[in-house]
């Protein structure tokens, strides 16, 4: 699968744009300076070793669940990403809350659809956490 180019400009600082001030900015994993290598802006962090973290999932500096590297939310959610986070009980659960919002738990009980998102009470809890829609769509496959 073909990645896209995120155009995230406001959240790295790019070796053409590292003028001035930003130029002595460097990443604090490896050293790589601005001039070099995108940096985070908030992180000092440059985009090689972002990958890198990215991959070990180290749940640090990276999300255990999906690997986005943001440490001040990791720190706060003790190895989560805030979207691996159910917003109703705090619980880490990447795979649900990254659909849903919303854990495992959670998303059966307020009647969520794992696939689509969608409020269906009475259908998920027949389904085991699928709308009918999804449950038919993943039968067939
Ligand atoms: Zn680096
Ligand atoms: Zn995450
Ligand atoms: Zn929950
Ligand atoms: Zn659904």
């Not at 790589?32 to 908030?42: E, F, G, L, P, Y």
């Not at 001040?72 to 917003?87: A, E, F, L, M």
């Amino acid at each position: 699968m073909a990645k896209q180019k995120k155009r995230r400009g406001s959240k790295w600082i790019k070796p053409t744009r590292a003028t001035g001030r930003k130029k002595e900015r460097y990443c604090r994993i490896c050293g790589t300076t601005a001039s070099q290598v995108r940096i985070m802006k908030h992180e000092n962090i440059c985009e090689l070793c972002v990958r890198e973290l990215s991959r070990q999932k180290g749940g640090k500096l990276a999300c255990k669940g999906c690997g986005k590297v943001v440490p001040k939310q990791v720190r706060k959610y003790k190895g989560y990403c805030k979207d691996c986070i159910c917003r109703v009980c705090g619980k880490p659960d990447p795979e649900y809350c990254q659909k849903t919002g919303f854990c495992r738990e959670c998303s059966k009980e307020m009647g969520i659809c794992r696939v689509c998102g969608k409020e269906a009470m009475a259908q998920v809890e027949k389904n085991d956490g699928l709308c009918d829609a999804c449950a038919k769509k993943l039968r067939r496959h």
